[in-house]
């Protein structure tokens, strides 16, 4: 599998990451095999987990296998975006979306 | 529990090559197999056993004259998507679109029927009685953009600029409609996501390789989100929303805009 050392790069975090075991939480936009990638969001009382980061073109929640740190690439397949973690300007972290 | 792979062949999405990523969504395949799991076992767009509630006169007037409108931006994705074909510029582009187009074509086919169900005898004349006429003049310039061949304009019209509002609009509605108007809406948001995100992303693609693009757009822009926001007023699209919830509506649609570079 190509690209993981890509995902990475950029990190600011120190340290082991953790790992997730990600379960299906009914989220049935796409193959039955991905789900476990993606949830709903619940709205603004909604609260993230390491593993997870919000879609900001179509507004769902992405789940990855470990902890999410700066650099990371993430996909929506939801969406059918490509994007990057990145450190916004109150210290969170959020996904950028990756235009190439 | 067959088909959950133990930790050893366990796949991280998120680690697959890019390439890889953006063809696989773009296809046939993975259109199915999305679509499979919300769309199956459903009679015209919802589930069978959803009863019909009732409606008050007002409350009906005000739902036939949104889903009319909804018609209206419906068949202009279904005829835009489908014209999108032939002017689009590669093999997964011109597949992508052929999904779309299927998903366009359901929504047109869920929404008419959903009027049958309201008592509406002749859905054609019902829609040009209610059409908002912003909203006519919106889907005639996406489709001459499309008859001319421009792609990028054609594609910033109607999978930025139409499907965000409409994405938007339809997701609001849903939040306060009987459940057959909110079930058949849900599922034609589902469709939606994917039509936003292409939209976003091939543009996205081309502003990068090509900044002067987006000087080109901008009168483009202009003349078509204005058309869209006075169809928002004129047609009950919005469906009786709040200002604040109408602000809501417009900001999801300018931080696209805003993503892409434009002010
Ligand atoms: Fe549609
Ligand atoms: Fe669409
Ligand atoms: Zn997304």
Known sequence: MKGDEEATGGSTEVGERRRYELDDQGFDEVPKKYRKFYRRWKGPGDELAPNEIFCPVCRIVIRSPREIRPGDRIYCMACMTRLRAVRGPDGRIVAEVEYT | ?263
């Open chain 2, 1 to 263: 529990m067959s088909d959950t792979p133990g930790p050893s062949e366990e796949v991280d999405l998120h680690a697959r090559d890019p390439e890889w990523f953006r063809e696989h969504v773009q296809s046939f395949q993975f259109w199915f197999e999305a679509v499979e799991g919300y769309l199956g076992g459903l009679d015209h767009g919802r589930p069978p056993e959803i009863p019909e509630a009732p409606l008050s006169g007002i409350e009906r007037a005000r739902l036939v004259t949104a889903l009319c409108n909804y018609c209206v931006g419906e068949t202009a994705a279904l005829e835009g998507a489908g014209g999108l074909i032939r002017i689009a510029p590669n093999r997964e582009t011109k597949i992508f679109l052929s999904t779309q187009t299927v998903d366009e074509g359901r929504h047109l086919e869920v929404l008419i029927h959903r009027l049958r169900e309201l008592g509406v005898e002749d859905p054609e004349a019902e829609i040009r009685a209610r059409a908002a006429p912003a909203l006519l003049a919106f889907k005639d310039r996406l489709l001459d953009l499309v008859a001319r061949g421009d792609w990028e304009a054609a594609l910033f019209a109607q999978n930025v600029i139409l499907e965000s509002m409409e994405f938007a609009v339809f997701q609001n509605h849903a939040r306060t409609a009987d459940p057959r108007t909110h079930e058949v809406l849900m599922r034609i948001v589902k469709d939606e996501r994917r039509h936003i995100g292409f939209g976003e992303n091939e543009l996205g693609r081309r502003l990068r390789a090509e900044p002067s693009l987006r000087t080109r757009l901008h009168p483009v822009r202009q003349e078509l989100d204005r058309l869209v926001i006075a169809a928002f007023d004129e047609g009950g699209a919005g469906s009786g929303a709040s200002p604040r919830e109408r602000e809501e509506i417009t900001r999801a649609y300018l931080h696209a805009v805003k993503r892409l570079g434009f002010e």
